[in-house]
């Protein structure tokens, strides 16, 4: 079991940044796979961003690309961070951390279905 807690959302104007945190507890975080989504009202929960369980992979949905930066420290409680630069009104939305298992340390995954456990989820809202 994992347990996974957001924080760092809030409200900033467009073209300021962010960063939201993920503090991953319970089994070891590092056997995990990370990834951030997020979903605004009436819309899907898209993928924004993953990372690999030793760091050294990361992927970025198209509309974040440049724009947003994963890492991770795999401490004692592993934290994954997601920097978001040159913020957009329609960044706006939830944005929920998750973890998956993964076998392989390069794995990063997409879909929602890959990941077992979800945060709560932190708002993110970005005024024009």
């Known amino acids: 079991q994992v347990q996974l807690v957001e924080s760092g959302g809030g409200l900033v104007q467009a073209g300021g940044s962010l960063r939201l945190s993920c503090a991953a507890s319970?089994?070891?975080?590092?056997?995990?796979?990370m990834g951030w989504f997020r979903q605004a009202p009436g819309k899907e929960r898209e993928f924004v961003s993953a990372?690999?369980?030793?760091?050294?992979?990361?992927?970025y949905g198209d509309s974040v690309k440049g724009r947003f930066t994963i890492s991770r420290d795999n401490a004692e409680i592993t934290t994954v961070y997601l920097q978001m630069s040159s913020l957009k009104p329609e960044d706006t939305a939830v944005y929920y951390c998750?973890?998956?298992?993964?076998?392989?340390?390069?794995?990063?995954?997409?879909?929602?279905?890959?990941?077992?456990?979800w945060g709560q989820g932190t708002q993110v809202t970005v005024s024009s």
């Open positions: 998750a973890a998956a298992g993964a076998t392989f340390v390069y794995s990063v995954y997409r879909r929602t279905y890959d990941y077992r456990y």
């Open positions: 319970g089994r070891t975080g590092s056997s995990y796979a």
């Open positions: 990372i690999s369980r030793s760091g050294a992979v990361t992927d």
